[in-house]
């Protein structure tokens, strides 16, 4: 051991001094003139930095460090494959030119025999992989619980967990939901119990200018660690579609971070990176992840019943503007605008309107349309809900029964009252459709195909001036006129190039 021992540090020797002696020669500058010759000075420290300050660099560095290695053994790399459909290229020898001269024996221009399309000579089916990141956040027995995107594992048909420590297990589809877009992913694993489940924290305590640590695999690096701080919560999700706000941070996130954590100092999972705000597709310092807290309860759905369950008011919410507001009512107060309402809903049972503006609900206000669309998604089915409206100047508590959500009776047009969305006849707006001062009433956007309006054949362009024979020359008295309480069946005069004509009776079930 020593004669080995003797010999290495030899070795090294030698080769320090060989590299002493390159490293002089590389870092040598002369100078024409009177300046002076430096030389590469290796045995002073790089920086002089005061020692008080130096140990705070220290604890943050250290900090950092034992964050990373407490998380990143629950933080996974998710591989996955999609069966794709792309059309066939009309010029390779799979279908035409072959079968345009020599014939196609399922018949002309790629058809069988009983006239159907032959989807195989239009379209070929191919596979394409991807990848993503998740976090662990539960295990129960063998079974483990990996949280991710929808986006990355939702219409997977191989997925395949890779673990911090090198390990893969074929991993299973939980469930998935697109209006969240998070997915949980199962693996079976025999000694589970090594399997290290993150802490999940409380994103309602999160603030602008906390530190936080993006963890995964962006680009394939897995296990990557990226630091910064959050930039702001509360982002809107309703650029992606999606119903969550979002905590902002320009710690880096790439594609492959997609289902990876957003920590905290603590070491505590305060988010789930979703999106990047991007011209060039890579980081520019906006990354956005939902916060846990809205996707907790998900998890367990997921477990017990394989999709999350939403509670169902029954309005449609549009976004309106200052002057709308005016015209009901409510200028200057935040809320949520019900345009519509669907019939026998929990809405019409409660007692709502098409035309309430929505201020309140069990107790805390409403700010915005997506804050009401949570609020009433995270509400238990068959459990009463209290609301607060604004109905023509007047503030309304009504007591609604919330139900199950399904995408049945939520995309139900022939249930939604009245079928098209009310605009006031503004300026612009009389001048686009060529109306004179004299003709008052409500203009008609947004007809809904199979919806009441369009069982009465009223159409994008007209102008209702009377409802039930009552004229109408605002949205407030439109509103009130279809009040649903007092009226079994409705019926419009409808103003269109010059003619005035009175619709049908739409009766209200």
Not at 112 to 132: A, I, P, T, W
Not at 271 to 281: R, V
Not at 349 to 369: E, L, P, T
């Amino acid at each position: 051991m020593k004669k080995i021992t003797k010999r290495v540090l030899a070795g090294t020797a030698a080769c320090a001094l060989a590299f002493a002696a390159v490293s002089f020669s590389c870092t040598r500058v002369q100078v024409q003139g009177s300046a002076a010759t430096a030389f590469a000075d290796t045995s002073k420290p790089a920086i002089a930095i005061p020692a008080e300050s130096l140990k705070v660099i220290e604890a943050l560095q250290s900090s950092f460090r034992s964050i990373s290695s407490g998380v990143l053994p629950s933080v996974v790399e998710i591989d996955v494959t999609e069966k794709k459909e792309a059309p066939v290229n009309p010029f390779s020898f799979d279908g035409w030119p072959f079968d345009f001269f020599f014939g196609n024996p399922e018949g002309p221009e790629g058809r069988e025999g009983n006239g159907s399309s032959d989807s195989r000579r239009r379209k070929r089916e191919y596979e394409q992989k991807g990848l993503g990141s998740g976090v662990i956040v539960k295990r129960t027995g063998d079974t483990v619980y990996v949280l991710t995107n929808n986006h990355v594992a939702g219409k997977a048909t191989n997925i395949t967990v890779k673990l911090n420590d090198g390990q893969e297990f074929e991993g299973k589809l939980v469930g998935a939901d697109e209006r969240q877009d998070i997915a949980l992913v199962s693996f079976d694993a025999k000694d589970a119990e090594n399997v290290v489940v993150a802490t999940l924290g409380d994103s309602d305590k999160v603030q602008t200018g906390d530190i936080c640590l993006a963890m995964g695999a962006p680009l394939g690096y897995r296990q990557s660690v990226t630091q910064g701080i959050v930039s702001a919560t509360g982002r809107s999700g309703d650029q992606i579609g999606n119903m969550n706000n979002f905590i902002q941070t320009d710690a880096a996130i790439n594609q492959g971070n997609s289902g990876g954590p957003l920590v905290n100092i603590y070491g505590e999972v305060i988010g789930i990176n979703t999106w990047i705000a991007s011209g060039s597709g890579g980081s520019v310092g906006l990354g956005f992840a939902l916060p846990i807290n809205s996707v907790k309860k998900a998890i367990d759905d997921f477990i017990s019943k394989g999709k999350i369950t939403y509670g169902w008011l029954g309005i449609s919410l549009v976004d309106v503007t200052d002057e709308y507001k005016n015209e009901l009512g409510v200028k200057g107060q935040k809320g949520a605008f019900a345009s519509q309402v669907f019939i026998n809903s929990p809405a019409s049972k409660g007692g709502m309107q098409a035309g309430d503006y929505i201020i309140q609900i069990n107790g805390k206000n409403v700010n915005s349309q997506s804050e009401l669309i949570r609020e009433v998604a995270y509400l238990p089915a068959d459990k009463n809900a209290e609301f607060v409206v604004l109905r023509g100047g007047s503030k309304i508590t009504l007591t609604v029964k919330i139900e199950e959500r399904t995408e049945a009776v939520s995309n139900d047009n022939a249930k939604l009252w009245p079928g098209f969305i009310a605009s006031p006849l503004t300026k612009k707006l009389r001048e686009n459709l060529k109306l004179d001062d004299k003709i008052k009433g409500v203009a008609v956007t947004n007809v809904l195909e199979k919806s009441p309006a369009a069982a009465l054949r009223i159409q994008n362009g007209d102008v209702i001036t009377a409802v039930n024979d009552k004229k109408i020359t605002s949205l407030k008295e439109f509103y009130e006129a279809l009040d649903l309480s007092r009226n079994k069946e409705v019926w419009f005069d409808v103003y269109n190039d010059g003619h005035t004509i009175s619709t049908g009776r739409y009766k209200l079930n």
